[in-house]
């Protein structure tokens, strides 16, 4: 039986530099003395090295000293400096005819009798080569190591920095010397691995669960045999080779293998979503996997009893399965970009409240950023995350307050279920199990339907999710709606969130008061100052979020100026004046509406079938 975990792989090169002399399979340091004394030694034998090494094996089942026999390991010392798979496959074979054979014994007396080769190689040479002959060693564009390896039937991808890695650079040293790593030797080797990579690799772009080609979109199942979904507009397949390096994290769990033939209703279900926010949500879980466009962030909000966090862990179940599908309430800014870096989908349950460099945080996600933060030990140098990721949130109480979230979000209010209506945890779980695969299929049937459609469909007015938005309509129409809906439905959502952006922002609930009182209709004009003085003396519900001085003022109103435009109130920045910063705010005489219902082009869902 053959030892498939070593079995060779190209190397990244063929340049073995001299201090890797000492690797298997090198000769030593003889040179041409050492290839002459080989190749006299096999001369010298009645057949071929192979024919001698399996006739021992064959003793070995009752001769536990068969294959030490100076022959056998003469035999085993020109192979293994000319024919390292042959080597090591027949080693392991040996090793397998009889537990009590000490392959080590075999290493030590095989290195002896190789030209320069009395000196035993150390722990660190035999793991750098064999990470070298075993994996291609590539960096991605920040000049991370990435080993690719190739095995039997699949291909699997990991950083050298990983977890993953070094779990499997443990196992192929196991079953090669049948001895763990030391935690100093394995850095060093990880350490001259990663250099391998680095500096003589090629560059490739490393994706986790979601990636874009020519032909459409790649998805990790993140299975055992390392297969990826390929979505285009005229359907879906599952590939036995990724066409993208998709890479992993040690929590990342698989989904389900798709079945044909499912249906989209069972997902109902098993989740507690609104009639009138399930096309939403259905292009909200499409479109994570489309990486080259932003994301909108889900927010489910219900009362105690409402299902939030089951039907949150449902919706990640088909995005990206973790062996933690919720999480808690992050502590910092950092918390929620060291998330994103070890998951696809960023997903928070029983959230009450978050700061405001949370939200922002959150925003950076949606539409792509980063976090950088001084590099550990270091006092000049920055250690930066960039990501973009698709993110849930849950809570009973709205979680998104900042105006610049709210335009981000989609927002799901789940009405409560009533006792008789509910069901044990148990039977749900397992009946999810059941209908996963039908419905992951059925998902994909539909990606497939909107990608056709969405090269037709042209929007005459776009929210600023723009993206999501026309990826939202061709769904729609997509799963039968009259070309339009999604738009309208979206805009009656952006409405809604202007008016929780409003009615959750102090500076705003005192403008309405003040001018509904005092000024109707709107328009004002003054400095900062003087708004500050008129605004500081009124009645204001919460004093702890309201502005200290004029600047913070100016600040608050440049961040809900895009909510009180939206309902045709301008507040501008004219400049400044000897006074100090001039602003207005008046009535917009002729806006359009927020989301005319203005659409052109598409099909109606079926006609391509025709």
């Not at 190397?11 to 340091?29: A, E, F, L, T």
């Not at 699997?156 to 920095?161: G, K, N, Q």
């Not at 001259?192 to 790649?218: C, F, M, P, S, W």
């Not at 590099?375 to 105006?403: D, F, S």
Request: negative net charge; aromatic residues 6%; charged residues 25%.
């Amino acid at each position: 039986m053959a030892d498939t975990s070593l079995s060779p792989a190209r190397s990244v090169d063929n340049d073995h530099h001299d201090h890797h002399h000492r690797h298997i399979g090198d000769v030593g340091d003889g040179g041409d003395d050492a290839s002459l004394l080989l190749q006299s030694a096999a001369e010298g034998m009645p057949d071929d090295p192979v024919t001698i090494i399996e006739a021992a094996i064959e003793r070995l089942r009752d001769d536990v000293g068969a294959i030490v026999e100076p022959t056998v390991v003469t035999a085993f010392s020109i192979l293994r400096a000319t024919d390292l798979p042959n080597y090591l496959r027949l080693r392991h074979k040996a090793k397998e005819a009889n537990k009590g054979c000490l392959v080590t014994e075999l290493d030590k007396a095989v290195q002896q009798s190789l030209p320069g080769g009395g000196d035993e190689p150390s722990a660190l040479d035999e793991l750098v080569a064999l990470a070298r002959n075993q994996c291609q060693l590539k960096h991605d564009p920040d000049r991370n190591a990435i080993a690719v390896i190739p095995m039997p039937g699949r291909q699997e991808v990991w950083r050298v920095y990983s977890t993953g890695y070094e779990e499997w650079l443990r196992t192929a040293y196991w079953r090669a010397k049948e001895a763990g790593v030391p935690e100093t030797t394995m850095k060093s080797a990880l350490a001259t691995i990663a250099a391998a990579g680095i500096n003589d690799g090629e560059q490739i772009n490393l994706h986790v669960r979601a990636a874009k080609d020519d032909a459409g979109y790649l998805i990790d199942l993140c299975d055992e045999q390392w297969r990826a979904v390929l979505v285009t507009p005229t359907g879906w397949q599952v590939l036995d080779h990724s066409r993208a390096y998709f890479t992993r994290t040690q929590s990342m769990r698989p989904l389900p293998e798709p079945q044909r033939g499912g249906d989209i209703g069972l997902l109902w279900q098993h989740t507690n979503i609104p009639g009138n926010r399930r096309v939403m949500v259905l292009t909200w879980l499409l479109d994570s996997f489309r990486p080259d466009t932003p994301f909108p962030v889900l927010e489910l909000v219900g009362e105690q009893g409402s299902a939030k966090s089951t039907t949150q862990s449902v919706l990640r179940s088909l995005v990206d399965p973790n062996k933690v599908m919720l999480r808690g309430r992050p502590k910092t800014v950092e918390d929620i970009f060291v998330a994103a870096a070890n998951n696809w989908l960023v997903s928070y349950e029983n959230l009450s409240g978050l700061t405001a460099e949370q939200q922002d945080a959150f925003c950076t996600l949606s539409t792509g950023g980063g976090f950088a933060s001084r590099q550990l030990y270091t006092n000049g140098e920055e250690h930066i995350m960039e990501t973009k990721r698709p993110v849930v949130l849950n809570g009973i109480a709205v979680v998104a307050t900042r105006p610049d979230l709210i335009d981000r979000v989609i927002h799901v209010d789940m009405p409560t279920i009533p006792p008789e209506a509910r069901k044990d945890d148990a039977d749900t779980s397992a009946t999810w199990e059941r209908d996963r695969p039908l419905v992951f299929g059925a998902l994909l049937d539909l990606f497939a339907d909107a990608l056709r459609i969405l090269s037709s469909v042209k929007l005459a007015h776009k929210q600023r999710m723009a993206d999501f938005e026309r990826f939202g309509e061709a769904v729609a129409r997509a799963l039968g709606f009259e070309p339009g809906e999604f738009q309208r439905q979206y805009a009656e959502l952006v409405r809604a969130g202007i008016d929780r952006a409003l009615e959750s922002n102090a500076v705003a609930q005192v403008l309405d008061k003040y001018f509904e009182e005092r000024i109707t209709p709107w328009n004002w004009q003054g400095t900062a100052g003087q708004l500050y003085d008129l605004l500081n003396n009124q009645i204001i519900p919460d004093r702890s979020t309201w502005p200290k001085s004029p600047k913070g003022l100016a600040d608050q109103l440049r961040r809900i100026a895009p909510a009180y435009r939206a309902k045709g109130i301008e507040i501008s920045h004219l400049g400044h004046s000897r006074e100090g910063a001039l602003w207005r705010i008046a009535l917009i005489r002729t806006h359009s509406t927020a989301t005319p219902p203005g659409v052109e082009g598409g099909i109606r869902y079926g006609a391509h079938r025709e």
